[in-house]
């Protein structure tokens, strides 16, 4: 059970870190009929994604050492994918609003950045720290751990990246994209909820260590 734990974590890192840049190159033409994509646009939705990534790091690691444990993970995964549904659903009257009220294309772009990308980003971003509380169980393998780990979901997110722009975005409508993208997070996460629903609390490591 413990190996298959680990090989699901894998999993979950790299598909966690392929969703997030095909997010983020899916949200350049989720943007563009309405505020251009001009290379103000592009600075507002890349630093709302990193700035939302970097929020994400910090609280997964947080609530990981507080409370982790595969269910919680699996919840947040599942959160991260009901956000890409809500934005599939309002993002086209959200736009026209926002560019109505904001006609600077600049502003445009980050209050709408910020409201249609920052909160799925700052999940995904808590998924990499989560998932190496969970899976570091010796100080001595700490770093290769998370090593792995983050090569893992940078490998995820050069695959993310290159299926948006060579597959999914010439071939379907981006409100498809976003379903596709939602519906993997969501199994994802149910599967982890369902598959491990008696993983317990990840105690402090470094215990052992301080004894």
Do not use: Q
Request: glycine share 10%; net charge positive; proline share 3%.
């Amino acid at each position: 059970m413990n190996r298959i734990r680990r090989y699901y974590i894998y999993w979950t890192v790299f598909i966690c870190g392929a969703v997030v840049m095909a997010f983020e190159i899916t949200g350049a033409r989720i943007l563009g009929p309405y505020t251009g994509t001009s290379m103000f646009v592009w600075a507002a939705l890349i630093g709302v994604i990193l700035t939302s990534l970097s929020i994400g790091y910090m609280t997964g690691g947080r609530l990981a050492d507080r409370r982790g444990s595969y269910g919680s993970l699996g919840r947040i995964i599942v959160l991260s994918g009901l956000f890409i549904i809500a934005v599939s659903l309002v993002m086209k009257p959200l736009l026209l609003k926002v560019t109505g009220l904001l006609p600077d294309e600049r502003t445009a772009s980050v209050v709408a950045s910020l409201i249609l990308f920052a909160g799925p980003a700052l999940l995904l971003g808590m998924v990499s720290p989560y998932a190496a509380r969970l899976e570091i169980s010796e100080v001595s393998t700490s770093g290769m751990t998370v090593g792995n780990l983050y090569a893992l979901s940078t490998l995820g997110s050069i695959t993310g990246t290159l299926a948006a722009g060579f597959v999914l975005i010439p071939l379907f409508r981006i409100s498809l994209i976003l379903v596709i993208m939602a519906s993997i997070l969501i199994v994802t996460g149910l599967l982890m909820i369902f598959i491990f629903p008696a993983g317990k609390s990840i105690s402090h490591v470094y215990e052992n260590e301080k004894n």
